[in-house]
């Protein structure tokens, strides 16, 4: 098989190795050597081995000194992969439903009781508080809740494209995020509840601080996901 050079040639390989993993079997997942899956791919050495890298980082294919690699279509199959993909735009991305963003109005106010739990340093202060709710189709997948330092905002917040909170804090803040740190929670919220127009009242909750490159903590999110059509998961490489 040789592969065409309209997208970089690491990406058509991992493609055409993930459609080959797709097809395994548990005990028949050991993968060709990277000298034969040069040969089959028509492909550099090096190129395989970026590709495999790619793999390895999202937990596609596990690597063993002196074993060789090994495949795991189970992994292919996981929806809603948070840990490997966190920017929902890319997370709910489905071909066969249209994405649509919703901002509800900016509003200036005090931090909540959970954003001071976890940025102890913003009480006393005034934070915009809005929220993003994500839906495919009609259907309200994720309803995310922001809360900002007013004192980190460099331009008033109105209304914009900037739909993930790295984007946003870059554009207002003028920050560069690094990380964010992640505590994952199930609480009884009716209120939820009723905007996602489920019966089910306990709703999975994702709380989120985010740094920027000097170790600030910028940003509090709250995220709530449908508990009808979503059930995020996490993939854990040993």
Same mark, same amino acid.
């Given at each position: ?11 058509? $390989? ?5 459609? &080959?993993? $797709? ?8 993968? %060709? ?11 550099? &050495?090096?190129? +395989? &081995? ?10 596609? +294919?596990?690597? !063993? ?15 809603? !992969?948070?840990?490997?993909? %966190? ?28 954003? *001071? ?12 508080? =809005?929220? =993003? ?15 900002? %330092?007013? !004192?980190?905002?460099?331009?008033? %917040?109105?209304? @914009?494209?900037?739909?993930? +909170? ?16 992640? =505590? ?14 489920? &019966? ?16 600030? /903590?910028?940003?509090?999110?709250? *995220?709530?996901?449908?508990? @009808?059509?979503?059930? +995020? /998961? ?5």
């Amino acid at each position: 098989m040789k592969l065409k050079k309209a997208r970089p040639l690491y990406l058509q $390989a991992r493609d055409e190795l993930a459609r &080959r993993i $797709a097809k395994m079997k548990p005990g028949e997942n050991r993968l %060709p050597s990277e000298e034969e899956l040069t040969r089959q791919l028509g492909v550099s &050495r090096s190129t +395989v &081995r970026e590709a495999l890298h790619d793999m390895i980082l999202e937990g596609i +294919v596990t690597k !063993r000194h002196g074993k060789g690699n090994f495949a795991h279509p189970a992994v292919l199959k996981i929806p809603y !992969r948070i840990d490997y993909d %966190p920017d929902f735009r890319e997370l709910l991305d489905d071909p066969n439903q249209t994405l649509t963003i919703k901002s509800s109005p900016y509003q200036l106010g005090s931090p909540s009781e959970k954003m *001071v739990q976890r940025m102890p340093e913003a009480e006393g202060e005034l934070v915009y508080r =809005w929220d =993003w709710e994500y839906y495919l189709g009609d259907t309200l997948y994720v309803i995310a809740t922001e809360e900002i %330092p007013a !004192r980190f905002f460099q331009r008033e %917040p109105q209304y @914009s494209e900037e739909f993930s +909170v790295k984007e946003f804090v870059a554009s207002h803040c003028k920050k560069d995020l690094a990380y964010f740190i992640s =505590w994952i929670r199930a609480s009884d919220r009716p209120d939820i509840a009723e905007r996602f127009g489920v &019966r089910e009242t306990i709703i999975q909750d994702w709380e989120e601080v985010y740094h920027d490159i000097e170790d600030h /903590a910028i940003c509090y999110s709250e *995220v709530y996901f449908n508990p @009808s059509c979503m059930e +995020v /998961a996490i993939l854990t490489s040993l």
